[in-house]
């Protein structure tokens, strides 16, 4: 008779035996933070997962390296932007597999100024995730490596996530004119309503 399968929940399971001695809980990891970034508002959602919201963006990229090199956030899971009409916001989200934890990050941009530091130089996995919130936002992150459109055709005019881009009904993106929009075009041919006044 085969021996039954036992299924731990992961918050049972003992990592002492996997070589992971120095394991900081998650509210020593917010004391630290808070310590050398007291104007950041850290919390901890779960045990699990931290949230650091509102942070500046002219700190944005020191409070990382802080996290990758002293608290051991060494994964940029994924990131992204969010037009919020007001302003602009860049998310992140860092795992640290040292502490089984990870920290979500965002950071408001002005509405007249979407630029923030670039966080490719910490993580490599970020370079095509700001060229995609580029792509899609027109956020500007300063000092990419190579900061150029990644989805949309070369010469697109437009940022298909913006909430002010209205693509009207009539309009057709030329995706084979380097995704430049036409000037609007009757719905109905000019060629169809003469033919079908013929017919009549």
């Not at 035996?17 to 950041?40: A, C, N, R, W, Y």
């Not at 459109?149 to 030329?174: A, N, Y």
Request: net charge neutral; proline share 7%.
């Amino acid at each position: 008779m085969p021996t039954p399968t036992v299924v731990i929940s992961g918050e049972d399971r003992d990592y002492s035996k996997l070589g992971i001695s120095d394991v900081m809980p998650v509210q020593e990891l917010i004391t630290e933070m808070k310590s050398h970034f007291p104007d950041i508002a850290v919390t901890a959602k779960t045990d699990r997962r931290i949230e650091a919201n509102k942070v500046p963006r002219e700190k944005l990229l020191e409070f990382c390296t802080f996290l990758k090199e002293k608290l051991h956030f060494d994964h940029l899971t994924c990131m992204g932007g969010n037009d919020l009409r007001r302003s602009w916001e860049v998310f992140y989200h860092i795992s640290s597999y040292r502490n089984r934890c990870i920290i979500q990050i965002r950071c408001e941009l002005p509405r007249n100024d979407p630029s923030v530091d670039s966080l490719s130089l910490l993580w490599g996995g970020a370079n095509w995730h700001e060229r995609e919130t580029y792509d899609m936002y027109g956020i500007v992150f300063n000092n990419h490596p190579k900061l150029e459109r990644v989805l949309s055709p070369e010469g697109t005019d437009f940022f298909p996530f913006r909430k002010d881009f209205k693509l009207l009904d009539h309009w057709k993106i030329d995706w084979e004119n380097k995704g430049k929009r036409p000037p609007p075009q009757p719905l109905v041919s000019s060629d169809r309503r003469k033919m079908g006044d013929a017919d009549g």
